[in-house]
């Protein structure tokens, strides 16, 4: 199906009919690496997207969108985008900063009072907006946590379940109870803070999540299938977990082991309009706006923000000690930042952005090549941090 959605960001006559060799050489390696992916059932379907200078030099949907269903991976199919969704509230919290409405030094109590976790020793030190954005706030995510943590025993939702009747609110209510790994701006620690981060944009818009997302950052992008509910059910892709001899169909709060613990997944929580809008966690949407997005952000943020916001939220805020995704990768406001590209084995160039979604995602924007990457995939975990995200890194660089 045509993006209709992505034509109108990038360059007139950008998308090519007839591949230079050098992009046939791109397309024949992705393909290879698609190929292989889902021949050996690490993924059931993928759609990937390349851009270099604006130009959508790739695009390939492969494998099923629902296996059981048998329907085909489309490009317009509706992904599930957990983690995805947080670059994009991200960018809504910035042009609150930009309108003088937030300070990045500002303490989160001026707007929610009541949220106060403390530190093991009782002290309740203070959580600015700045330490939310780069995850330099001591919050953690439940599923980072052993089983006798507070986020365990309080039943933190980490945005990917369903807890019938459990709020925002209610929610940052029990995450404000639970310990700080560490006093803000210390250390880093990826965390539920873009949670409340949207009761922030709540509060200071006097809007839903959904509507304050939309007025700031996907309408005016032209993002048609991206927010909080799914536009259209018939093409929302079914999710699946990690398994062998092939992944598993998920079902609603199932527990899928990851990083020594276990994720819990509720794939019925996108459709349901009772469940509370996780900022890093609830929104779904397409290969294609996620892209269209990515674009915004590469050429210096229009119509959304201004470019020296991008350029702040491009560069790393915590440091590269944090190996955010190993060695030499920092982090920015709503993504990774690679600082030093020597120890990561990796072809990208310094100040490379990337990130990914638990329901098997992953994307990175490559400033210096020119270069934006998005390769959404309805498998956890392979789509998100398993062989599969190097392959297709890999085999857009081509040979070393």
């Known amino acids: 199906m045509p993006m209709r959605s992505l034509l109108p960001a990038l360059a007139a006559g950008a998308i090519l009919l007839a591949l230079p060799a050098a992009a046939g050489d791109l397309a024949q390696r992705l393909d290879a690496a ?90 309740a030190p203070a959580i600015t907006i700045g330490h939310l954005l780069s995850h330099a706030a001591g919050l953690s995510y439940g599923f980072f946590e052993p089983e006798d943590s507070r986020y365990k025993t309080l039943a933190v939702s980490d945005g990917l379940d369903i807890v019938p009747g459990l709020t925002l609110d209610a929610n940052l209510r ?47 992008l032209g993002l048609e299938d991206t927010g909080f509910a799914v536009t259209d059910p018939a093409r929302l892709g079914a999710a699946y977990a990690d398994g062998r001899p092939a992944p598993s169909r998920m079902t609603d709060n199932e527990l899928v082991p990851f990083a020594g613990n276990a994720v819990r997944f509720a794939p019925g929580r996108a459709l349901d309009p009772t469940a509370y809008p996780s900022g890093g966690a609830g929104m779904v949407g397409t290969a294609g706006d996620v892209l269209r997005f990515l674009e915004a952000i590469r050429t210096g943020g229009g119509p959304i923000l201004k470019p020296e916001t991008v350029e702040m939220m491009m560069a790393d805020q915590v440091g590269a000690q944090a190996q955010t995704q190993g060695p030499g990768w920092g982090f920015g406001f709503g993504w990774a930042v690679l600082d030093d590209p020597a120890p990561t084995k990796t072809p990208q160039a310094a100040g490379t952005i990337q990130w990914g979604g638990a329901y098997g995602h992953s994307w990175f924007v490559d400033p210096a090549s020119r270069l934006t990457v998005v390769a959404l995939t309805n498998t956890a975990f392979e789509g998100m941090s398993g062989a599969y995200t190097i392959e297709i890194r890999d085999a857009v660089y081509g040979p070393r």
């Open 174 to 220: 029990r995450l404000s109870r639970t310990t700080l790994a560490f006093p803000p701006g210390t250390g880093w620690r990826y965390s539920l803070s873009i949670d409340v981060l949207g009761a922030v944009i709540e509060k200071v818009t006097g809007q839903a999540l959904a509507e304050a997302v939309a007025k700031r950052v996907t309408g005016p």
């Open 34 to 123: 698609i190929d292989k992916a889902v021949a050996e059932r690490r993924i059931v379907g993928t759609v990937v997207l390349v851009a270099r200078d604006g130009a959508l030099v790739y695009r390939r949907a492969a494998g099923l969108a629902d296996r059981e269903a048998g329907v085909p991976m489309r490009e317009d199919t509706i992904f599930r985008l957990a983690s995805v969704s947080k670059p994009l509230v991200s960018a809504a919290v910035m042009t609150l900063v930009e309108e003088g409405r937030l300070r990045l030094d500002e303490p989160v109590t001026g707007f929610l009072p009541d949220f106060r976790p403390q530190l093991a020793d009782g002290r």
